[in-house]
């Protein structure tokens, strides 16, 4: 039984939620060493895009003489590079989140960019358990940022019944219009924009350690949800310490 109010679905990023960023660094590698310079502006057209949209966005970034497709080929080459050396990997606490949901009652899926053979049955597969046993998995790499066909095409729920947790301000922007719940975990190495977008969009809950969304947490973003309270006005946010309480 759900002993929530009114969360039912609680969609879950892969990469840099579940699982470390292993795109942004190689973009703004990509960015830099082909004679771009490397802003929230360019981050902001790339990460997140369709992989074609992304493509084109970093070849108008650097003034490549390439097509979209040319660059999104050299880029994934890029990443296959960095990888050998900064391998994918579970984020510490990705398990404990997925116990802590599995407790609430609602249902979860994971969502991202590739396929799910590539990012789900690959890194995520030995976690399947505590995934919904029809939906585990979106690609959203065809509509992305995905957030409405997730909620209303392949749920079938009302927006303020789903909680997006994601790295990235443009699934904030998009969740903030149509009601539906976000908890920001925003990407935060030294490149990054993302901390101070969700901020300026008016995220109310971010955290930096994913093992910090707890059931106090969710209480909160579930009844703040029931009331139709969740989004603050821009400038204003919250930050949840571990125990689930806000602070700041």
């Not at 984020?91 to 599995?102: D, K, Q, S, T, W």
């Not at 909620?151 to 903030?176: L, M």
């Amino acid at each position: 039984m759900n002993p929530l109010q009114k969360i039912r679905l609680v969609a879950l990023d892969s990469d840099g939620v579940l699982l470390n960023d292993t795109y942004s660094p190689v973009i703004e590698r990509f960015v830099t060493r082909h004679g771009g310079e490397y802003t929230a502006a360019v981050e902001r057209g790339v990460w997140g895009s369709p992989q074609l949209a992304a493509g084109q966005n970093m070849a108008l970034a650097c003034k490549l003489p390439w097509s979209a497709k040319e660059t999104i080929g050299a880029f994934f080459k890029e990443r296959e590079e960095y990888l050998k050396e900064n391998p994918v990997e579970l984020i510490p606490g990705a398990e404990e989140l997925l116990v802590i949901l599995r407790e609430a009652g609602v249902r979860v899926v994971c969502y991202g960019g590739r396929n799910r053979e590539y990012t789900f049955d690959t890194h995520l597969g030995h976690l399947a358990e505590y995934f919904d046993s029809e939906i585990p998995y979106v690609d959203v790499n065809d509509f992305r940022p995905g957030t409405k066909e997730i909620v209303r095409d392949i749920f079938g729920y009302e927006f303020d019944e789903v909680v997006f947790v994601d790295d990235i301000n443009r699934v904030a922007e998009v969740t903030k219009s149509l009601g539906a719940g976000f908890i920001g975990v925003p990407a935060s190495l030294p490149h990054n924009f993302q901390r101070a977008e969700m901020e300026a969009t008016g995220v109310r809950y971010m955290v930096d350690d994913i093992r910090k969304i707890d059931a106090g947490l969710l209480r909160k973003v579930d009844e703040e949800l029931a009331a139709g309270t969740l989004w603050a006005e821009p400038g204003s946010h919250r930050a949840a310490d571990g125990a689930g309480r806000v602070a700041g």
